[in-house]
């Protein structure tokens, strides 16, 4: 089956910029959508569409697509940034995948 | 403002079956389509199928084929997940979320049910 890869986990300093990467064979073809979840809550849309950010979300978050990797890119990172980040996109049958998130750290 | 919001949590026994829901509002809720979210404890997201409550499509993840039905009634905006019977396993949060259609993002979310089985 298909799959996103994402690493496990990512730690930065406040005001350093946070870069998750999510890998799929799939990607040149089909949009990367970003996905922020807090503990105790339900993933909002951060990017959509590799690179468009939805109205209501921070300058900050910025998408980027290269080949078989898509980028989440946070600029200047806030402690209210800490959260797991999934990347969605569809396989090749159009069933949506998403990868094993990533736990950002905010140290 | 979109919401989506969903019946409360469950609590039940394995073999029994359950049915949870999903209420739109502030949308035409048969224009959009309504998908499913499995979060299992400490785990990530997992895709399980999505409906349009227009024409009742349906399209489920191969994993989660036959294990649940997806379901919809456009007249009371209302989108439901469903089992016949459930396993321990099934123990999650799942969470119904929006989509403008089937290769597009899920822009609103409703704020999970938690659904626990045990003996």
């Known amino acids: 089956s298909y799959e996103l890869t994402q690493p496990p986990s990512v730690s930065v300093s406040p005001g350093q910029t946070a870069r998750i990467t999510c890998s799929g064979d799939?990607?040149?073809?089909?949009?990367a959508y970003w996905y922020q979840q807090k503990p105790g809550q339900a993933p909002v849309l951060v990017i959509y569409?590799?690179?468009k950010r939805p109205s209501g979300i921070p300058e900050r978050f910025s998408g980027s697509s290269s080949g078989t990797t898509v980028t989440l890119t946070i600029s200047g990172v806030q402690a209210e940034d800490e959260a797991d980040y999934y990347c969605q996109s569809t396989d090749s049958s159009g069933t949506r995948v998403f990868g094993r998130g990533t736990k950002l750290t905010v140290l | 403002e979109v919401q989506l919001v969903q019946s409360g949590a469950e609590m039940t026994k394995p073999g029994e079956s359950l049915k949870i829901s999903c209420k739109g509002s502030a949308y035409i809720f048969a224009n959009y389509w309504i998908g499913w979210v499995r979060q299992m404890p400490g785990k990530g997201l997992e895709w399980m199928g999505i409906i349009y409550p227009g024409d009742s499509d349906t399209r489920y993840s191969p994993s989660f084929q036959g294990q649940v039905t997806i379901s919809a009634d456009k007249s009371i905006n209302t989108a439901y997940l469903q089992w016949s019977s459930l396993k321990a396993s099934d123990t999650a949060m799942y969470y119904c979320a929006r989509s403008l259609g089937v290769d597009y993002e899920l822009d609103s979310w409703g704020q999970g049910t938690l659904v626990t089985v045990a003996s």
């Open positions: 799939a990607l040149p073809k089909q949009y």
């Open positions: 569409k590799d690179t």
